[in-house]
């Protein structure tokens, strides 16, 4: 009878549930349902896109199948403004100005160093795997963009203090340029000669693009201002606070719908190329230098990096980053992974949110580790075609201007592509051989983004190490304040 009512307590059955295979299958499918979807997403999309482009299909026809992607990234894009504006006026405002400027500089200073350590490894890849040593047919039509090295860095300043907190919320600022052409007429010797001069002109203009610099200066300096006043701003605190999580749960919801978006995006990206063989087969060695970067990058170094200064196990922490990375892939935009990054960084790595929700905005807007590889890659490859001696001033000259110039990155179509003429310009390199980049830009601009959102989550675990225990202390500090409050209010 003992034997009977022991197999018969539900409280011995219950263990044996939860050790079986089918109910650790359940668990996993619960918990990871989302995952396995937006992969077979991205099976799906490679799969129509390669199947669809044996057909030619038309310009419409591309429009249709992309439809579902724009539509999944324009409803995600509509939600990062106010995610961006409450998470970190609530995340700053919880903490005191000592430890705002230390999680600032920490994750400053860690964008400062991948973004120039990842110079250094494409430098090095580049004498490796020697890309550009042979000459490529090359369409001599590319515009040549007329920009300045220092005009963007003045417009990163003008950004960074905005004049209008509104109008940072859909324009910012950038320098414009305006050619005219005259011509003037000397005398020679035999005849009047008419010569043809190219004025340039350049002016302080706007685009139209959300200024998510000059926003996060200028919610950090409310979200500090209000966690002064302490009492005073207690119910304007829990507004931003419940905004932020009201946000995030419409995101959570809008994500069930990544699988389609995301297959729909690499499907249009794959049927648009007409000829990826042979695309291929010409920048191949360029390609495999872009490729190698990354994935050293992304799977040594960074880890390394992680594992030096916070002891955790990085390739654990890798597979929790697994969704938001998927995003990237498939939108080239880290900004649209930002409610995934906050997720994994918070939800599956104990991060605290008052870290995450200033480092991770921070980090999109400055941090580009994928692009400084991208470009340094391309600039050098770029000096090999055109028969430039790559000298070590070169390669220092394009090594440091990266390195600065991936924090400065304009918010414009193929930004990238522009950076990278701006420092050709300055190493004296012709930039005609730039046109071939465009044939693999989809891409190399693909797998670059990942990387730049494994380094913006290492940022935020990173600056979470250094700032812990502030953080702890504050919030003893915090606790024996409200411990007294009450002890001085309580009856005798």
């Not at 000669?193 to 300096?221: E, F, M, P, Q, R």
């Not at 190329?273 to 992304?298: D, E, P, R, Y």
Request: include cysteine.
């Amino acid at each position: 009878m003992e034997r009977q009512n022991l197999t018969a307590d539900p409280m011995i059955k219950e263990p044996s549930k939860k050790g079986s295979l089918l109910f650790k299958v359940k668990s996993f499918l619960r918990r990871d349902a989302l995952l396995l979807l937006t992969v077979a997403g991205i099976i799906v999309g490679f799969a129509v896109g390669f199947g669809v482009r044996e057909l030619h299909p038309s310009k419409d026809a591309l429009m249709w199948i992309g439809m579902p992607g724009e539509l999944f990234l324009r409803m995600l894009r509509m939600m990062i403004l106010p995610l961006i504006v409450c998470s970190v006026i609530s995340g700053t405002a919880s903490l005191d100005p000592k430890s705002n400027g230390k999680v600032s500089v920490v994750a400053f200073v860690f964008i400062v160093a991948t973004n120039s350590l990842v110079c250094i490894e494409a430098i090095a890849l580049h004498f490796i795997i020697k890309p550009g040593s042979e000459q490529l047919s090359v369409d001599e039509s590319v515009t040549r963009e007329i920009m300045e090295t220092q005009d963007i860095f003045a417009d990163m300043l003008r950004n960074i203090v905005p004049d209008n907190v509104v109008e940072a919320t859909f324009r910012q600022a950038q320098t414009q340029y305006a050619s005219s052409v005259t011509d003037v007429a000397r005398n020679n010797t035999n005849a009047t000669v008419v010569d043809v001069v190219t004025h340039v002109t350049k002016s302080l203009g706007k685009s139209d693009s959300v200024n998510v610099l000059g926003l996060i200066t200028a919610c950090t300096i409310i979200g500090m201002a209000a966690s002064a006043l302490k009492d005073k701003t207690e119910i304007f605190l829990k507004f931003f606070s419940a905004a932020t999580e009201i946000v995030l749960l419409i995101l959570r919801k809008f994500f069930w719908v990544a699988p389609l978006g995301i297959g729909s995006l690499i499907a249009v990206s794959v049927a648009g190329v007409s000829n990826i063989t042979g695309t291929f087969s010409q920048l191949g060695m360029f390609v495999v230098a872009v490729t190698v970067g990354i994935l050293f990058h992304s799977f040594i170094v960074l880890p390394a990096i992680l594992f030096a200064l916070t002891r955790r196990n990085p390739y654990a922490y890798l597979l929790t980053i697994i969704r938001p990375c998927l995003i990237g892939f498939a939108s080239t935009s880290t900004a649209v992974a930002i409610p995934e990054m906050l997720e994994s960084c918070e939800v599956k790595n104990g991060i605290d949110s008052r870290v995450s929700r200033f480092v991770i905005p921070f980090s999109v807007t400055l941090n580009a580790d994928g692009s400084a590889l991208y470009i340094t890659s391309a600039a050098l490859f770029i000096a090999n075609l055109s028969g430039v001696e790559v000298t070590s001033g070169v390669v220092a000259m394009i090594g440091v201007l990266t390195a600065v110039a991936a924090m400065a990155i304009p918010s414009v179509p193929s930004s990238s592509i522009v950076t990278l003429v701006i420092i050709l310009t300055s190493a004296n390199i012709p930039v005609d051989h730039i046109a071939l980049l465009f044939a693999v830009e989809w891409f190399l601009d693909r797998i670059r983004t990942p990387t730049n959102i494994v380094s913006h989550t290492f940022n935020a675990a990173v600056t979470y190490r250094f700032c812990k225990a502030d953080l702890r202390a504050l919030d003893e500090a915090r606790t024996k304040e409200e411990e007294a409050e009450m002890t001085s209010i309580s009856p005798a």
